[in-house]
Structures are given as C-alpha cells and as structure tokens.
C-alpha cells in the first residue's frame, strides 16, 4: 500500500511539473475570465431563482387553484417550505470541510462539481413531482451557491495587481444578469399554465451543466495550487518548514481555525466581518418596506433599478480596490452601505419614489455585499498561505456568516413592536460603523501581497 500511494504521488508530481512548465496560449486569462464570469452567472441566478419563482412553484405543487399569495393555503405552502429555508443555514457547517478538499485535489474539480451542482439542484427543483423532491432541490442550491469557488480561481490566477478587479468585474457582471430571471419569467410564465414557472428553470439548468463541464476541459489548473502541491509532494513539508509552522501548511477546517485566531490579521478580519454581516438581515426584508410604501406597479420599478445599481458598484468596488487597496475600499463601501440603507428608508417615509428608492437600495446592497465578499474572500485569501488558503476561506465564511443570525434574532422578535424601516436604521447604523471602526484600526492592508509568500510573520 506505501508503494502504491509512492507511485500515485510521483505521477502526480510528473503531472503537476509538466502542467506547471506549460506555456499559456495567447488570450489565456481572456477565456478564464470568459468561463468563470458564466459560472458567476449561474451562481447568481441559482441563489435567486428559488425566491423568485417560490410564489409559482407553491401554487402548482400545493395545488392552489385561488393563486393568491393571501389565503390560507399559500400561508399554510409557506409554513412548510419556511422552516426548511432556515434550517438550511446549517448546510453552512459542512461548507469548510467540502471547500477544504479542493486545497488537496485541486480548483479546476472543485470549480466544476461547484457548477454542475447547481444546474443539479435547479434539475431537481424544476422536475419536482411532489414537496420533498422540491426541498431536497433547494437544499442542493443551497449547498453548492455559498462556496463561491469561481472567485478562489480568479484570486489565483489573475496577476496580483488586479486580483480584485477581475473578481468584481465578474460579479458584477453577473448581478446584472440576475435580471434574465425576469426575461426567462416573460418567455414561460403562463397563470392559465400551473406547471409553466418549471421552464423558467430549464435554460439556467443547461447553463450550468454545459459551463461546469467546459470549465474543467477548457481551463487549467490554478498556477499557486500547482506550485504548492509539487511543493507538498516533494516532500517540502518536512524538509523546509521549522517544526513550529508545519501546521500553517496543511489544509483542512481545525488548522484553519486554529491559524485564524493564531493570526492577529486573520482574527481581527473575523471580528469585523462578524459584526458586519449582522447587518446582512435587511436584504430579506426589504420588498416588505416597498410594499408598505408605494404601489405593487412603483414596486417593481425598483426592483428593475436596484440591479443595475447592484452591479455598477460592484465593478466599481473591484477597480478601486486594486487602486486604493482593500481596507480604503471596505471603509467606501461599507459607508455607501449605510448611507444607502438610511437613503432608501427616507425615500419610503417621504415618498421620493420608486427610482430612487431602486437607486439608494442598489447603492446600500452593493456596498454592503461588494465589502461582505472582500472581507470574507479577498482579505482571507491574501492573508493565507496557498497551502491552507482554501480551508481558511471556506472556514472563516462560516464563522462571519454566523454573525446574521444576531441581526436576524433581534429583528424577528423587535418588529412585532417597531416598524420595519425604523429596525434597519436602529439595528443596521451601529453595526455598520463598529464594523469599520475595527477595520479601520486592527486589520492591515493585503493589496499587492505575495499569494506564493505568505507566513505567520507577513502581517506582524
């Protein structure tokens, strides 16, 4: 058996070397932005069509002849599939030990199961004969959306100075492209048809098969995973690392909690997303803040407005962050974000409209998910070393993500006494500025930092 794993890790390493001395064609990073800004794409589209296409899919398969979202009946759909959406946040817990795997066999499998997983989820979903088959569907999607491996890709391939840029371009990109659900809803959508919101999945579902296979065809490996893997496999673990760091090099979810608290930059990144992320709760809510505002027509206005805005700062959030670094960037946009909530509450109260109500939403959601994402992958990746890079990334996701349940919690039981828009100005405020407080004081700049060179030491 150690003759066997000797030979399998010499063919790997003969492999690896070959892969790593390989020149690339030209117009290489053209098409890997190509294939990872789909794989965006279908991630967008695959974390949103659920809540879009829920109202649909209960009627059809509660058998809700009336089609109204106010009886009973759609109440009662409601009460059953609720419940599963919220449980489903435990999934998150697996997350780190899935995301760890591809630090051993490499991004390009992982960046294909990731988006093949997807259309699967999204196949089962739209094939669904009964609720079960339904909520095994979304528990797929939910599973396979969070891991964001196309961003992990793009870290590690792109040149170091504009690492950010082409990550936000690609999302941005894609939110935009959220707005095709609307477009396939108006292609296939039919109230006489119960059964035609199923459709609306099909395109998505091809999208995401086709792409997730090409990927692993078309693209190859990430340069700093084959770097460190032919390290690992020749045996650099034990020959070049002094004893009291071996455990910064291997992959998997307890060194990678352990090297996050170990690291003063790491932990403080925690801390300050942590306290941000609690603010995340008012994305859920805020179609309930336009309904009780303006007219259903008004609301869907904003809700064609507020995408564009989505992506527009997005982009812009990548450009900058490569220019003016990532802690300046987060400190913009974590101020956008909450001006922008406290914007659009205004422009509920004091009826300015539905643009821009869109507008000041958009900018607030851009900021505070284009800030989410740099603290949560960006500021980690680039404060990891390659070898346990992808173990901490999924990792620490999970231990900021853990900090919307603090906000969730307090708006669940304080709106039965406050209202809605008061909440997210009462709870959202304090969290966003103690959030870049911490940021601003603790965390170091990661901008133009050395993937290939990372140690205990790059951030003391």
């Known amino acids: 058996m150690k003759i066997q794993n000797e030979q399998r890790k010499q063919k790997e390493l003969e ?13 290489y990073m053209l098409l890997v932005m190509i294939v990872l800004t789909v794989v965006y794409i279908v991630d967008e589209i695959t974390s949103n069509m659920n809540s879009t296409m829920q109202p649909y899919a209960l009627f059809d398969l509660f058998k809700i002849a009336s089609r109204n979202v106010n009886s009973d009946e759609y109440k009662n759909a409601i009460n059953t599939v609720a419940p599963i959406s919220v449980a489903s946040n435990f999934l998150l817990i697996i997350t780190p030990f899935y995301k760890a795997l591809s ?38 999607m939910m599973f396979f959306t969070p891991n964001d491996m196309q961003v992990l890709y793009i870290m590690e391939t792109a040149p170091k100075e504009k690492r950010a840029t082409y990550c936000f371009i690609a999302k941005g990109v894609a939110l935009v492209s959220v707005s095709l659900i609307g477009i396939f809803s108006k292609m ?32 190859r490996e990430t340069p700093v995973f084959t770097e460190e893997r032919i390290k690992v496999l020749k045996g650099f673990e034990k020959k070049d690392v002094p004893e009291e760091k071996k455990d910064v ?160 919690a307090a708006f669940i039981v304080l709106q039965n006494f406050v209202p809605m828009d008061v909440l997210f100005m009462v709870l959202c405020l304090p969290f966003m500025a103690l959030s870049l407080l911490i940021l601003l004081t603790k965390v170091k700049e990661t901008k133009d930092v050395d993937l290939d060179n990372i140690t205990e030491e790059t951030f003391k």
């Not at 492999?15 to 117009?27: D, M, N, V, Y």
């Not at 998505?204 to 098969?209: E, G, L």
């Not at 505002?293 to 527009?312: I, K, S």
């Open 15 to 27: 492999r690896l070397t070959k892969l790593s001395q390989l020149k690339k064609p030209a117009g």
């Open 103 to 140: 630090d051993k066999y490499g991004r390009k499998l992982f960046l294909m199961i990731n988006t093949v997983g997807m259309g699967l989820g999204m196949l089962v979903v739209m094939t669904s004969a009964n609720v079960a088959m339904y909520i095994i569907g979304m528990l797929l």
């Open 188 to 219: 296939f959508l039919r109230a006489d048809v119960p059964s035609s919101w199923r459709m609306v999945y099909s395109i998505p579902v091809v999208m995401a098969v086709v792409i997730g296979f090409l990927s692993f065809f078309l693209l």
């Open 249 to 408: 090099q291997k992959s998997g979810v307890i060194n990678a909690v352990k090297f996050i608290f170990k690291s003063k930059q790491l932990r403080w990144i925690f801390i300050a997303g942590f306290v941000f992320y609690a603010t995340t709760f008012y994305t859920s809510y805020y179609a309930s803040v336009l309904e009780g505002a303006m007219a259903t027509e008004m609301v869907a206005t904003a809700l064609l407005v507020y995408p564009f805005c989505n992506g527009l700062i997005t982009v812009l959030a990548g450009i900058f962050s490569d220019r003016i670094g990532r802690k300046k960037v987060c400190l913009l946009l974590g101020s956008l974000a909450l001006l922008g909530i406290l914007a659009f509450v205004l422009s509920c109260r004091l009826g300015w409209g539905p643009v821009a109500a869109g507008i000041a939403y958009g900018c607030s959601i851009g900021g505070l998910w284009s800030m989410s994402d740099t603290l949560i992958l960006t500021m980690p990746a680039e404060s990891s070393p390659s070898g346990i890079r992808s173990s901490v990334m999924g990792t620490i996701s999970v231990m900021i993500g853990a900090g919307m349940f603090i906000g969730q």
